[in-house]
């Protein structure tokens, strides 16, 4: 479809920060993922006639430097440079925007993303470099102002009207997902090879991930909805199947990692979608998660025979008063029962946790360790819990603990807010590294694991490829002496 003014866009993932404070960065070694909202945009933008680009700061053989990345990106000589960043991106974001805007005044500048959604207009007003900030969800958006239609007729703009900082209604959300073409990866430069699924998860490559619905009908304490606000939308089974087939045929994907937060809260879709891979197969695993109470055995037998490796279930926490507090709904029976019937169905079991929440304190983190154990899981990922500027406990998060509101340090692997109940964040450091530790030291862990060996041979083959880097990672998660 060809537009009457074709533009030339380069939309931009930032690096961000994402490791620890004067060490190197590995994160994008050990799992480098696709930028999923980025290159929906991208063929939104491409399927509307305009000449796209994306730019991964954090792709293989990506610049650290700044101005290096502003000069790849200044090469493709854009109309519009578009940015999708989070809370610990958005500094490099606008960094890169005033470096662009040094060397080339006239490109328009935008940027989108979480926390551009939480945060809104004050963005605007404290980093001039942006001319323009996208709230909420960016496909239409983006094309519109593409199209060089006023901005005051563009809903979720937020813009300058000489020295007033405007901010439009709100954009009203895609009802149908399945409008929206499958994301640009062919823009991925190195997709899929170069894009690494977190290790031991997987037990074919290449691997590729996908999101298939937005937006959640729960508001847990700690999750920023500022994008997708409250609800749930979701693409139908047969659009899945296709956009899983079209991984599978074009760029030989054999494993997807699927990052909905309610990948099964539609019974009849993932029923769609099973029945469908088991009768017309396409030589690929899957993980998903799951949310508690969505787990019935029938499912599960389902997921299992249509591909899928392994299942997550966000637990948190194994103190009741936390769990109460934080993930409402979510008992610890409903979690043990589940786990259990997960792996009796033949899947693997793992558990995401998340250790720093306000209340939380060494008695609590003890309870929860212990509990991991008692699981049995398969895998486990604990989470640095940070606040975000959308999420429910931001407005009294100052009144909880000690917040080191630094955006770059927002990630969720370092510990910017230390709860009361913890003396230091020197020691809720070692009890993070000492309690992770336990769960990979565990005896019943460690024996699942060497039963596996032979399926994870592609990821101990990376693993040693890039033994170096992962080495240096290990030391960091030493207790601090």
């Known amino acids: 479809m060809m537009v009457s003014s074709r533009k030339k866009i380069v939309l931009v993932h930032p690096r961000g920060f994402n490791w620890f404070p004067g060490k190197r960065d590995i994160t994008d070694i050990a799992n480098r993922m696709?930028?999923?909202?980025?290159?929906?945009?991208?063929?939104?933008?491409?399927?509307?006639?305009?000449?796209v680009f994306v730019y991964d700061c954090l792709g293989p053989d990506a610049p650290l430097n700044l101005y290096t990345q502003a000069q790849h990106i200044l090469s493709y000589q854009p109309h519009i440079v578009g940015f999708s960043a989070t809370t610990s991106s958005f500094p490099d974001a606008a960094d890169l925007a005033q470096i662009i805007k040094k060397f080339a005044p006239r490109i328009l500048t935008v940027c989108g993303g979480v926390h551009v959604s939480a945060l809104e207009g004050d963005l605007l007003r404290d980093y001039p470099s942006f001319d323009f900030l996208i709230a909420g969800e960016g496909e239409e958006t983006m094309s519109e102002l593409a199209e060089d239609r006023a901005p005051s007729e563009i809903q979720g703009l937020i813009w300058r009207q000489e020295e007033e900082i405007i901010t439009n209604e709100s954009r009203p959300q895609i009802a149908d997902l399945d409008l929206l073409p499958f994301p640009a990866y062919e823009k991925l430069a190195g997709f899929p090879r170069d894009?690494?699924?977190p290790l031991f998860s997987y037990i074919n490559t290449p691997g590729a991930t996908m999101i298939t619905s937005r937006g959640c009908m729960y508001q847990c304490s700690y999750c920023d909805r500022s994008v997708f606000k409250k609800g749930f939308r979701y693409n139908s089974a047969a659009y899945i199947y296709e956009h899983m087939k079209y991984l599978r045929e074009k760029f030989g994907v054999r494993h997807i990692n699927i990052y909905d937060d309610l990948f099964t809260a539609n019974r009849e879709r993932?029923?769609?979608?099973?029945e469908k891979l088991k009768s017309q197969p396409l030589g690929i695993n899957f993980n998903c998660a799951?949310?508690?109470?969505?787990t019935d055995d029938d499912l599960l037998k389902m997921l299992k025979e249509a591909g899928c490796l392994m299942v997550s279930l966000g637990i948190e926490s194994a103190d009741p008063a936390m769990l109460a507090r934080h993930k409402s709904g979510v008992s610890l029976e409903e979690v043990r029962d589940a786990v259990q019937r997960i792996q009796k169905a033949g899947l693997r079991a793992k558990g995401l946790f998340m250790m720093g929440l306000p209340g939380e304190t060494e008695a609590s983190i003890r309870?929860?360790?212990?509990?991991?154990?008692?699981?049995?899981?398969?895998?486990?990922?604990?989470?640095k819990f940070t606040p975000f500027p959308g999420a429910p406990l931001w407005k009294t998060i100052q009144e909880e603990g000690v917040f080191n509101e630094d955006?770059?340090?927002?990630?969720?692997?370092?510990?910017?807010?230390?709860?009361?109940g913890i003396e230091s964040k020197e020691r809720l450091d070692q009890l993070y590294?000492?309690?992770v530790k336990r769960f990979?030291?565990?005896?019943?862990w460690r024996k699942k694991f060497r039963k596996r060996i032979w399926q994870h041979r592609q990821s101990l083959m990376y693993l040693l490829r890039h033994l170096p880097s992962f080495w240096s990672a290990k030391n960091q998660f030493e207790p601090n002496k």
């Open 34 to 51: 696709v930028p999923q909202g980025l290159l929906s945009i991208a063929a939104y933008l491409t399927q509307k006639g305009h000449d």
């Open 195 to 197: 894009y690494h699924l």
């Open 270 to 274: 993932i029923v769609g979608l099973c």
């Open 290 to 294: 799951v949310r508690v109470g969505f």
């Open 367 to 383: 309870r929860t360790s212990d509990f991991i154990i008692s699981l049995g899981l398969d895998d486990m990922n604990m989470a």
């Open 407 to 420: 955006w770059r340090l927002m990630n969720c692997l370092n510990f910017v807010f230390i709860p009361k």
């Open 433 to 435: 590294n000492e309690h």
């Open 440 to 444: 990979y030291s565990d005896k019943a």
